[in-house]
């Protein structure tokens, strides 16, 4: 019985949530690209895909390598690098007698269909030709895995992020309080780049839309459609009012703010935090409930689960080993603790991915 009505309850808020995504308007607007003025060098062998390619953070052109053996590759979605950071020393202190040396991991878009398929990643004049092993990533990306065959077990829940931020230059010299404010004459938004990271994008501006859906006090005269098409759909008036970072939304948003044309930018509560106790001169947080050191998500704001899944191949002994060690320390009490220091939380009693 108490099953029963948990299973209604979930479908009476999925019932809410998808009733404010159908009033969502359709996107007309084209973001403005908002990126430094590099030369462009080209790289030794062309454009190949995937790549990591970032003219404001990851471009590697003065390192010629391919790189064709490895124990590991694990590839992630980027957006909780500073976690991973926190956890690989303890998944290497499990190698002591036979050290593992031959790992790399990707803190990117998502780009692991393309990485098994291809067997390949290019940063620059770096290729890596190793294969993913274990990979973490949203529903979505799961789905994709597993329809093309490549995943080995089912996908295990790995993380849960906290709702998103404002993040703005320190001071908040334009007085951002809020959704509403994105939509003031004069406030530029940057947002993730709809074309290369199509999930962050949505992920944002289904919250922007969302919160605003769920706002029981608009301001006077404006509504959740309005505010939408003031951002995206041209209706400011101010070509420049949207921008998008040129591809890694967690390195490309926080320069925009910082040295490009943006005022704020949405992005998660995890990367937000981060974001702003490193550069502390840098940047301020506006909450979208709650407070910075206690969040509490608006009404409308789009969480997503993370899940992590082995990968088939013709693993040696010594990369199955690896492998598996990685599962274990993603899946401990050890990553659990790292996580909630990071503004993530563990999923509570999620399902498989969907």
């Not at 998502?110 to 990979?135: D, F, H, W």
């Not at 501006?205 to 759909?233: C, E, R, W, Y």
């Not at 009012?241 to 943006?262: C, E, F, M, Q, T």
Request: hydrophobic share 40%; net charge positive; aromatic share 10%.
């Amino acid at each position: 019985m108490k099953s029963l009505f948990l299973c209604g309850i979930l479908a009476f808020l999925l019932m809410v949530q998808l009733r404010a995504w159908a009033e969502m308007p359709p996107i007309t607007g084209k973001p403005v690209i908002d990126a430094p003025r590099l030369l462009d060098w080209p790289a030794d062998r062309g454009l190949l895909l995937p790549n990591l390619n970032d003219p404001t953070a990851n471009t590697l052109n003065d390192f010629h390598a391919q790189i064709s053996s490895c124990d590991l590759v694990f590839s992630t979605e980027g957006n909780y690098h500073p976690a991973l950071k926190d956890i690989w020393p303890v998944f290497l202190a499990k190698f002591k007698d036979q050290p593992l040396l031959n790992w790399f991991y990707t803190t990117s878009p998502p780009v692991s269909v393309a990485q098994i398929e291809k067997r390949m990643l290019q940063i620059g004049n770096l290729y890596a030709t190793c294969r993913p092993a274990v990979v973490a990533a949203t529903p979505k990306v799961i789905s994709r895995l597993e329809k093309a065959g490549y995943t080995e077990g089912a996908a295990q829940p790995l993380l849960r992020d906290r709702g998103q931020v404002l993040l703005v230059k320190k001071g908040n010299p334009k007085k951002i309080g809020g959704v509403w404010d994105l939509g003031r004459k004069g406030v530029r938004l940057v947002t993730p780049n709809p074309e290369l990271e199509p999930g962050a994008f949505e992920n944002y501006a289904g919250t922007i839309f969302n919160i605003a859906a769920h706002d029981p006090h608009p301001p006077q005269g404006m509504s959740a459609v309005k505010l939408f098409n003031l951002i995206f759909n041209g209706g400011s008036g101010d070509p420049g009012k949207w921008l998008a970072g040129p591809r890694i939304h967690h390195r490309d948003l926080p320069w925009s703010v910082a040295y490009g044309k943006a005022d704020a930018a949405v992005i998660f509560y995890h990367l937000g935090l981060y974001i702003q106790e490193t550069f502390p001169d840098q940047f301020a947080l506006v909450p979208l409930g709650g407070t910075k050191a206690h969040p509490e998500p608006l009404a409308g704001t789009i969480s997503t689960t993370r899940y992590l899944v082995r990968i088939k191949g013709n693993w040696t002994p010594r990369q199955l080993e690896a492998r598996e060690k990685l599962v274990e320390t993603l899946l401990s009490d050890e990553f659990t603790r790292v996580l909630e220091k990071r503004g993530l939380e563990r999923p509570p009693a999620a399902g498989p991915a969907k």
